[in-house]
């Protein structure tokens, strides 16, 4: 009988706009540096989980965005999946990091990638990490044009449909989270370009 897989969440979490920085920090047990994240509490919506341990483990209070995909591997002789959302920092701590974690570094792209200690997180900030630093193509119009833009789209029953809150994003997240996967991997959430194929089984083992 399969045993029942390990839930955990986290975040791709930028720090500011000019020159935007990832969050990557160091865990006190093993001093291995990996993405804030980390286990769901029993019943937990993965969303407020990821946004609880990334608190914790950075300091920084976060605005969560879009869900940008989930990794799988072994863990202990049970799958483990790690949920991700892209989450904006703020640029000051608002409280003390967590016990379990020594250390905070807020890096660009490419030296947060070299940083991290495991290489399926490697593979996995390679991959989503120039959607986590992109901005939205349509946050410079002014509040007025988008004023505007949702009064003038009001009138009509399918600009109301289009306007609903993204539903989908969640029922995908939660077919991942029924998941249980054999082997280590990336899933990639909606709208992304690329497609990742199983990874090959050459990664180490996560712990956590």
Known sequence: MART??????????????????????????ERWVLPRGKLKRDENPLVGARREVVEETGHRVKVHEFLGAITYRARGR???????????????????????????????????????YPLERLFL??????????????????????KSRV??????KARRKHRPATHLRRWA??????????????????????????QRVFGRLGR
């Open 5 to 30: 897989p390990i839930y955990a969440a986290g975040g791709i979490v930028v720090r500011g706009r000019e020159r935007p920085l990832i969050a990557v920090v160091q865990r006190s047990k093993d």
């Open 79 to 117: 799958s483990k999946v790690v949920q991700f959302w892209r989450m904006q920092a703020y640029e000051k701590p608002s409280r003390d990091i967590m016990k379990d974690i020594v250390a905070v570094e807020w890096l660009p792209l490419g030296a947060a990638v070299r940083r991290l200690s």
């Open 126 to 147: 390679q991959h989503v990490g120039r959607r986590a630093l992109k901005r939205k193509s349509g946050s410079r119009r002014s509040s007025r044009s988008r004023r």
């Open 152 to 157: 003038s789209k009001r009138g009509t029953p």
């Open 174 to 199: 939660g077919k991942v989270r029924g998941s249980q996967a054999n082997s280590s991997r990336i899933v990639t959430g909606p709208g992304s370009r690329r497609k990742t194929s199983m990874l």
